[in-house]
């Protein structure tokens, strides 16, 4: 249970109603990946709250933006914030050394601004065009799929010289840590029965292995901004493979 609270510490802004000073290694702290898609169900939870209460308004518009900020709010813009540092750097068009100054800038960039802008408009086009019956299921699980999805950035190397947060959780394969994660993510949204969410999940892995292979290639392994970022591309795929299935069955 430590561990589950220190890991929801980490991922949300949560309040909760009481202080831990606990102080935790790296290794162990990173066991703390196997809670991840159980956080993404709160959060997605969350956000569900959020879109039913602003239901009430009547616009699928108002309740799927306040629906998308809540999630915002919630992560303290956690992993939106890895996105944007990410296209900053990524699409610099420099060397790799350059490219890791400026995703260590805590300045959003005009790839970085940019990528935020689409990442909550691609959500709340996609909520608001799925309605209010089916874009509940986009809401809660989109999260869940992000977060499962993000164990497979970890079977990397950290691309930078020393110790930061990425560098936590990275290491040269795969293990049963990580495996559990993404086996905990089909539970949770198995328990949904959701059958439309079948694909969007498969084709999120596969997106998470490819966009890990880019970093690799660019910058020659991961980093913290490059993982958040990973988890933001995962809930993307995610909503916008489910609504494309939606329309087509």
């Known amino acids: 249970m430590q561990l589950f609270i220190m890991t929801?510490?980490?991922?949300?802004?949560i309040p909760l109603p009481f202080k831990d000073d606990t102080i935790l290694s790296n290794e162990e702290f990173s066991k703390g990946i196997i809670y991840y898609p159980l956080i993404g169900l709160i959060v997605g939870l969350i956000?569900?709250?959020?879109?039913?209460?602003?239901?009430?308004?009547?616009?699928?518009?108002?309740?799927?933006?306040?629906?998308?900020?809540?999630?915002?709010i919630v992560t303290g813009g956690f992993h939106i914030d890895g996105l944007a540092d990410t296209c900053d750097g990524l699409y610099s068009s420099r060397n790799k050394e350059r490219i890791l100054d400026i995703m260590r800038d805590s300045r959003?960039?005009?790839?970085?601004?940019i990528a935020i802008l689409f990442d909550i408009l691609i959500k709340i086009g996609v909520i608001s065009?799925?309605?209010?019956?089916?874009?509940?299921?986009?809401?809660?699980?989109?999260?869940?799929?992000?977060?499962?999805?993000?164990?497979?950035?970890?079977?990397?190397?950290?691309a930078r010289t020393g110790q930061g947060l990425g560098n936590i959780y990275l290491r040269e394969k795969y293990d049963i840590?990580?495996?559990?994660?993404?086996?905990?993510?089909?539970?949770?949204?198995g328990v949904f029965i959701n059958v439309y969410a079948i694909i969007p999940v498969f084709v999120c892995l596969i997106s998470a292995v490819l966009f890990r292979k880019h970093c690799e290639k660019?910058?020659?392994?991961?980093?913290?901004?490059?993982?958040?970022?990973?988890?933001?591309?995962?809930?993307?795929?995610?909503?916008?493979?489910?609504?494309?299935?939606?329309?087509?069955?």
């Open 129 to 158: 065009s799925l309605g209010f019956d089916k874009g509940i299921f986009a809401i809660i699980l989109s999260p869940v799929a992000g977060k499962m999805a993000t164990p497979l950035l970890f079977n990397s190397r950290y």
């Open 218 to 249: 660019i910058i020659g392994g991961m980093t913290g901004d490059t993982l958040g970022a990973g988890s933001e591309i995962g809930e993307l795929i995610f909503m916008i493979v489910y609504i494309m299935e939606v329309n087509l069955l």
């Open 47 to 72: 956000n569900f709250v959020v879109f039913k209460i602003f239901s009430l308004t009547g616009s699928v518009f108002v309740s799927s933006t306040l629906a998308v900020l809540s999630g915002v």
């Open 8 to 13: 929801l510490r980490f991922l949300t802004r």
């Open 108 to 113: 959003v960039g005009t790839n970085g601004a």
């Open 177 to 189: 840590r990580s495996i559990l994660t993404v086996l905990s993510g089909v539970i949770i949204i």
